[in-house]
T-cell receptor, first 112, second 113 residues
Framework: KQEVTQIPAALSVPEGENLVLNCSFT??????LQWFRQDPGKGLTSLLL?????REQTSGRLNASLDKSSGRSTLYIAASQPGDSATYLC???????????FGSGTKLNVKP | NAGVTQTPKFQVLKTGQSMTLQCAQD?????MSWYRQDPGMGLRLIHY???????DQGEVPNGYNVSRSTTEDFPLRLLSAAPSQTSVYFC????????????FGSGTRLTVV
């Protein structure tokens, strides 16, 4: 069974700092990996999708990388802002079954 | 284009009652899934469907039924609600094949007393 782990569980940083969120998975036979943002009491908003054949994806201040061989992905947030405060979730889709496995998330607090 | 629409947004049930959580998407997505989100447990897959008439179980299917009679709709049924089913439920969808991500609904917060 695919296990997805996110470290740290919570992170508090001052505004303007660059930061890295980590996601690891146990089975490298993934179809793709997706990073989401979840605000309190809200649904999930897709941030970035990385195909299994890709190494990274970028959107604005966000950059996500994928290393299938080591079972790791990172989400890099540049010049963090208080509006970035949310829980960030990574999820992997495994081959053939199109099942989506989630990590427990990293709760980010960016202090003004 | 409304995306993935879930109703109701909030619901309180008594133990033993039944109800159906509705999920509809207008993007012609073949794949649809139901997840529950619990504190400390992350999101867990309940049931999923790869097309009309085709459903399968996820990680935590017990106590839930699904059917998929149309591409657009994927309702989740609780036949006899239990306090352990208190959770936030999310529906998600995506296109078949290719390398596309999932789109999520805004969730249904269910409390079973």
């Amino acid at each position: 069974k695919q296990e997805v782990t996110q470290i740290p569980a919570a992170l508090s940083v001052p505004e303007g700092e660059n930061l890295v969120l980590n996601c690891s998975f146990t089975d490298s036979a993934i179809y793709n990996l997706q990073w989401f943002r979840q605000d309190p009491g809200k649904g999930l908003t897709s941030l970035l999708l990385i195909q299994s054949s890709q190494r990274e994806q970028t959107s604005g201040r966000l950059n996500a990388s994928l290393d299938k061989s080591s079972g790791r992905s990172t989400l890099y947030i540049a010049a963090s802002q208080p509006g970035d405060s949310a829980t960030y979730l990574c999820a992997v889709v495994i081959y053939n079954f199109n099942k989506f496995y989630f990590g427990s998330g990293t709760k980010l607090n960016v202090k003004p | 284009n409304a995306g993935v629409t879930q109703t109701p947004k909030f619901q309180v049930l008594k133990t033993g009652q039944s109800m159906t959580l509705q999920c509809a998407q207008d993007m012609n997505h073949e794949y649809m899934s139901w997840y529950r989100q619990d504190p400390g447990m992350g999101l867990r897959l309940i049931h999923y469907s790869v097309g009309a008439g085709i459903t399968d179980q996820g990680e935590v299917p017990n106590g839930y039924n699904v059917s998929r009679s149309t591409t657009e709709d994927f309702p989740l049924r609780l036949l006899s609600a239990a306090p352990s089913q208190t959770s936030v439920y999310f529906c998600a969808s995506r296109v078949r094949g290719g390398n596309y991500g999932y789109t999520f609904g805004s969730g249904t917060r269910l409390t079973v007393v």
